[in-house]
Nanobody, 115 residues
Framework: VQLVESGGGLVQPGGSLRLSCAAS????????MRWYRQAPEKERELVAV????????NYAESVKGRFTISRDNAKNTVYLQMNSLKPEDTAVYSC?????????WGQGTQVTVSS
């Protein structure tokens, strides 16, 4: 299993970013995918979850209405569109898949929201 995130960076408050997570090494279309984030000195937070074919989606309360998770099973990629970003969204964002009761993670991508 390999998960590779991209799309992070520095953005001003109110701005937008789109994160991508390219997956390989497993049958992507069969598994739910998750985006997590972890800010310095804080616990990891589950941001969004999307089911295997995208029919079920859930968000953390802190990002509802601002973030959108989606997936393209033909491209083995899951996305996180982040709008109206706030300084408190600053964190390392990682995608994850649970396969056979084992959680696999990407290396993460840094998102910094600052003026």
């Amino acid at each position: 299993v390999q998960l590779v995130e991209s799309g992070g960076g520095l953005v001003q408050p109110g701005g937008s970013l789109r994160l991508s997570c390219a997956a390989s090494g497993f049958t992507f279309s069969m598994y739910a995918m998750r985006w997590y984030r972890q800010a310095p000195e804080k616990e990891r937070e589950l941001v969004a979850v999307i089911s295997s074919v995208g029919g079920s989606i859930n968000y953390a309360e802190s990002v509802k209405g601002r973030f959108t998770i989606s997936r393209d099973n033909a491209k083995n990629t899951v996305y996180l569109q982040m709008n109206s970003l706030k300084p408190e969204d600053t964190a390392v964002y990682s995608c994850s898949v649970r396969r056979a009761s084992v959680d696999f993670w990407g290396q993460g991508t840094q998102v910094t929201v600052s003026s």
